[in-house]
């Protein structure tokens, strides 16, 4: 089973991608589910929030104990989230990706687009339309960080072992191929299916 992290955020849509994969899925609201589930999905919403959030809620060793050895998948604020630096103190990164990033670099909510993006997962090469809101700027990449896709010459997509982190929002456009890939492909089985 996979959890989608619901503190905030649009995390339903998520959901949507899994149950259209056919992965089963359940809200993470509280630390303790972590236990029961395979691989987390950390949704967009706003990183200060969160930070607040899973600082009162006691998430942070948890989550940082589960990324040792199951995958994780940021989109946006996920992103933020997940990396090693936030240039915006306010914010409290889980560590997980080397990566330093710059919170809603891309400008503000009305400056929201949608973009093509060439996506290389390991062989394959596809071009997706995704949409960028309010979105996070990868400035630096650790040695150990795959570029799977750039916006513009900034990495906008990077897998770093079992996790991956995206400045965009795939789910927003029903585009499954990240969720497969962390939850089942990379893993050559059906593992989380329902």
């Known amino acids: 089973m996979i959890g989608v992290l619901a503190l905030q955020g649009n995390y339903s849509k998520h959901i949507e991608i899994l149950d259209k994969l056919k992965i089963s899925s359940c809200e993470v609201r509280y630390n303790n589910q972590?236990?029961?589930?395979?691989?987390?999905?950390i949704p967009g919403g706003e990183s200060t929030t969160m930070t607040d959030i899973m600082s009162?809620?006691?998430?942070?060793?948890?989550?940082?104990?589960?990324?040792?050895?199951?995958?994780?998948?940021?989109?946006?604020?996920?992103?933020?989230?997940m990396?090693?630096?936030?240039?915006?103190?306010?914010?409290?990164?889980?560590?997980?990706?080397?990566?330093?990033?710059?919170r809603n670099a891309y400008?503000?909510?009305?400056?929201?687009?949608?973009?093509?993006?060439?996506?290389k997962?390991?062989?394959?090469?596809?071009?997706?339309?995704?949409p960028f809101i309010r979105a996070p700027q990868i400035t630096k990449v650790g040695k150990n960080v795959e570029i799977i896709s750039n916006y513009n010459?900034?990495?906008?997509?990077?897998?770093?072992?079992?996790?991956?982190?995206?400045?965009?929002?795939p789910e927003l456009n029903n585009i499954t191929i990240f969720h497969d890939f962390v939850f089942i492909k990379q893993f050559n089985?059906?593992?989380?299916?329902?």
Do not use: W
Request: charged letters at 25%.
């Open 83 to 102: 990396a090693k630096s936030v240039l915006d103190k306010r914010v409290r990164p889980l560590e997980i990706l080397d990566i330093e990033v710059d």
């Open 153 to 169: 010459k900034n990495p906008v997509a990077v897998k770093s072992g079992i996790h991956m982190g995206l400045s965009f929002h």
């Open 121 to 130: 997962l390991e062989k394959d090469l596809e071009t997706i339309s995704v």
């Open 189 to 194: 089985s059906k593992t989380y299916a329902a």
């Open 107 to 119: 400008g503000r909510q009305i400056h929201s687009f949608v973009n093509k993006l060439p996506i």
């Open 56 to 81: 009162r809620n006691n998430f942070y060793d948890k989550i940082q104990l589960f990324s040792q050895t199951k995958p994780i998948l940021g989109t946006c604020a996920g992103l933020i989230m």
């Open 34 to 41: 972590l236990d029961e589930i395979n691989g987390l999905i």
